[in-house]
């Protein structure tokens, strides 16, 4: 979401345009987003604060796709968390005790409030039987004045101290892009990842068969991409530049039937207006 609809606490040009059209054309999308720090009603309040209606229907965090994890690997289990709101509501929404003695799980997330006292009671309890985990693995922006050192900074210190490898459910795990997908209703070939960094949204969605955007508005910038062995199916300056009825009529899948699951509708909480690509198959995560 930062570098593709905002950047910091501004709108970026166009993406109100852009979301306005998936609504009016009932085009299913999620706001996809590795920040575990946040839940889905404080992703709504950001974006509403920047002229962009939401619900929280629409939002898919790394704390949700962990909590959604965790309860499958062990149902009614128990966390020491190194995290903060989002990670903690999202962990009690799927069952989870959060201990601080012989836990499951160590569940790293990103914050501000760790101190290296629980680092260490973190390492005591890995080496003891928990297992590790991290909603994310996003690197610090290595810009001075950055207040967050990142979340890849902190998991590295454990692993080090572990020996022990983190498993990361956030982009671009296939867990949290699988789930984002599943939650849409539809299948690989009609699903589009738009965003703003190689290293996660593009090479999540080129492992799962996704179509790919890259946004130069964020972190990945042109002058990088030949340093990748892949690459997205398309670049554009920002998503102001996304023509979305181009890029429909563009697809392999562009003759076959809109498909969804039942279970969730594509315009649930969306606009009712006439769908204009309602033989078109497409979804968004941003």
């Known amino acids: 979401m930062d570098g593709v609809i905002y950047s910091g606490n501004d709108l970026i040009a166009g993406a ?12 299913p999308f999620l706001f996809l987003t590795n920040n575990s720090q946040r839940t889905p009603k404080d992703v709504v309040n950001k974006l509403t604060g920047i002229g962009i209606e939401a619900s929280e229907e629409d939002v898919f965090t790394s704390a949700m796709a962990t909590g959604w994890f965790l309860a499958r690997q062990k149902p009614q ?29 160590v569940v790293v997330g990103e914050g501000r409030n760790f101190t290296l006292e629980m680092v260490n009671l973190a390492v005591e309890m890995i ?39 983190a ?32 290293d996660t949204d593009i090479l999540g969605g080129i ?44 697809s392999p899948n562009a003759n076959r039937p809109f498909t969804q699951s039942k279970e969730e509708p594509a315009s649930a909480g969306h606009s009712t207006k006439q769908n204009l690509f309602k033989d078109t198959p497409l979804s968004e995560v941003v």
Not at 79 to 85: H, M, S, T
Not at 170 to 192: C, E, H
């Open 167 to 198: 498993f990361s459910v956030g982009k671009p795990s296939p867990v949290m892009m699988r789930v984002a997908r599943k939650k849409l209703g539809l299948d690989s070939a009609n699903t589009t990842i738009i965003g703003d960094t190689m």
């Open 16 to 27: 109100d345009s852009f979301i306005a059209t998936l609504k009016n054309n009932q085009i």
């Open 207 to 250: 492992q799962l068969g996704y179509r790919t955007v890259l946004t130069l508005s964020g972190v990945s910038k042109s002058t990088n991409l030949n340093s990748y062995a892949f690459a997205p199916d398309l670049v554009i300056n920002s998503i102001a530049d996304f023509d979305v009825e181009a890029w429909i009529k563009d």
């Open 77 to 105: 289990g128990s966390a020491y968390v190194l995290g903060e709101g989002g990670l903690l509501t999202s962990l009690h929404e799927n069952g989870y005790s959060l201990v601080t003695q012989n836990p499951d799980f």
């Open 127 to 165: 080496l003891n039987g928990s297992r590790l985990i991290a909603t994310n693995l996003d690197p610090s922006p290595k810009i001075a004045g950055w207040n967050n050192l990142g979340i890849k900074s902190v998991v590295a210190m454990i692993e080090e101290a572990t020996g022990v490898q």
